[in-house]
């Protein structure tokens, strides 16, 4: 693996590119298509319904804890918001956000722990569990079909920028960028996978390698283990800024969120 990705890398001869200001693009705007254009026809077709999508089972789940009242103390999500498809309605497309009450930056797994420990009283659920997996994708589920929706504004733009500068910084021994794939290698074949805009449309998703359902950070953290970086730790401070950032390039009309969505 090792070998066949010097190889890949002796073929890059790009830098990486100066991005003069905070909002230029990359990939210029008419470009821009989902991961799900790039995977196999027969994964599109599991992604496409919902009876052979594996990532029900987790979907299944997170229906079973929405509904579920441990005691009168201690309320269900939907004894508070309701039904799914009304309260949470386009909601997972405006994270990651800056959390008002603390001043963090949060995505929608901080915005459902704040719930279970502020509105619940009970524990937070740990990243990766299949319960947090499930009720993230859950929620999710509620904005399919609509676009990403990430604002920048003076709240939250040094956490942008912080996650912009990782994207363009060239990391680990095989000392690759995130652009150097995602944005000057698209459409490419690495390691019998397409190369994709690196969108993150599809998370949280059911990913074949994994044989189970995966966090956004799960996937950037596979990425930076591909070019034998440090692996940022899940909920790190450094995915937070990187998911505002890819969420900000992510936001076009023709990349709608599929979660739960499966990939390779
Ligand atoms: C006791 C009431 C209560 C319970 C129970 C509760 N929430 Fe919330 N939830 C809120 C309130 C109030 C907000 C608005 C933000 C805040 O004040 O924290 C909110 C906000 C949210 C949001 C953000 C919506 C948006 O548009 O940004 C999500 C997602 C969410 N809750 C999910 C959940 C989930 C999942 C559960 C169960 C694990 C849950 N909530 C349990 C009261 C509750
Ligand atoms: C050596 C090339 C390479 C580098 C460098 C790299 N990735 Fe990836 N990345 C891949 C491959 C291959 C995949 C799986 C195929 C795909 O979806 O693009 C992937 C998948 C992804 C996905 C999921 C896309 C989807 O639709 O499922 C995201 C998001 C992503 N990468 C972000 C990043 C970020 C952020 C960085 C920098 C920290 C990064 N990648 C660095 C090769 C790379």
């Given at each position: 693996?090792?070998r066949?990705?010097?190889?890949?890398v002796?073929?890059?001869?790009?830098?990486?590119?100066?991005?003069?200001?905070?909002?230029?693009?990359?990939?210029?705007?008419?470009?821009?298509?989902?991961?799900?254009?790039?995977?196999?026809?027969?994964?599109?077709?599991?992604?496409r319904?919902?009876?052979?999508?594996?990532?029900?089972?987790?979907?299944?789940?997170?229906?079973?804890?929405?509904?579920?009242?441990?005691?009168?103390?201690?309320?269900?999500?939907?004894?508070?918001?309701?039904?799914l498809?009304?309260s949470?309605?386009?909601?997972?497309?405006?994270?990651?956000?800056?959390?008002?009450?603390?001043?963090?930056?949060?995505?929608?797994?901080?915005?459902?722990?704040?719930?279970?420990?502020?509105?619940?009283?009970?524990?937070?659920?740990?990243?990766?569990?299949?319960?947090?997996?499930?009720?993230?994708?859950?929620?999710?589920?509620?904005?399919?079909?609509?676009?990403?929706?990430?604002?920048?504004?003076?709240?939250?733009?040094?956490?942008?920028?912080?996650g912009?500068?990782?994207?363009?910084?060239?990391?680990?021994?095989?000392?690759?960028?995130?652009?150097?794939?995602?944005?000057?290698?698209?459409?490419?074949?690495?390691?019998?996978?397409t190369?994709?805009?690196?969108?993150?449309?599809?998370?949280?998703?059911?990913?074949?390698?994994?044989?189970?359902?995966?966090?956004?950070?799960?996937?950037?953290?596979?990425?930076?283990?591909?070019?034998?970086?440090?692996?940022?730790?899940?909920?790190?401070?450094?995915?937070?800024?990187?998911?505002?950032?890819?969420?900000?390039?992510?936001?076009?009309?023709?990349?709608?969120?599929?979660?739960?969505?499966?990939?390779?």
């Amino acid at each position: 693996m090792i070998r066949s990705l010097y190889l890949f890398v002796s073929l890059l001869c790009f830098s990486v590119s100066s991005v003069a200001n905070d909002f230029d693009r990359v990939v210029p705007p008419q470009a821009l298509r989902s991961g799900l254009t790039f995977i196999s026809e027969d994964l599109r077709s599991l992604a496409r319904s919902d009876d052979l999508n594996p990532a029900f089972l987790w979907i299944i789940q997170g229906e079973a804890l929405w509904k579920k009242t441990e005691s009168p103390e201690h309320p269900s999500c939907s004894s508070c918001h309701g039904e799914l498809n009304q309260s949470m309605r386009g909601a997972s497309t405006r994270y990651p956000q800056i959390d008002k009450q603390s001043g963090q930056l949060i995505n929608l797994e901080g915005r459902i722990n704040e719930c279970r420990t502020r509105h619940q009283k009970l524990p937070e659920l740990a990243l990766e569990s299949d319960e947090m997996l499930g009720i993230t994708a859950y929620v999710a589920m509620a904005s399919r079909g609509l676009p990403l929706n990430a604002h920048i504004d003076a709240s939250n733009i040094e956490h942008f920028r912080r996650g912009r500068e990782l994207y363009y910084t060239r990391m680990g021994q095989i000392n690759l960028a995130c652009t150097n794939c995602h944005e000057q290698n698209w459409g490419r074949k690495l390691q019998g996978e397409t190369i994709s805009q690196g969108h993150i449309n599809a998370y949280p998703a059911y990913r074949l390698e994994w044989q189970r359902m995966g966090s956004l950070h799960r996937r950037l953290r596979a990425c930076l283990s591909g070019v034998r970086a440090y692996m940022f730790p899940l909920g790190s401070s450094e995915l937070l800024d990187l998911e505002l950032f890819l969420a900000w390039r992510s936001t076009d009309p023709k990349i709608i969120v599929e979660s739960p969505g499966v990939r390779r």
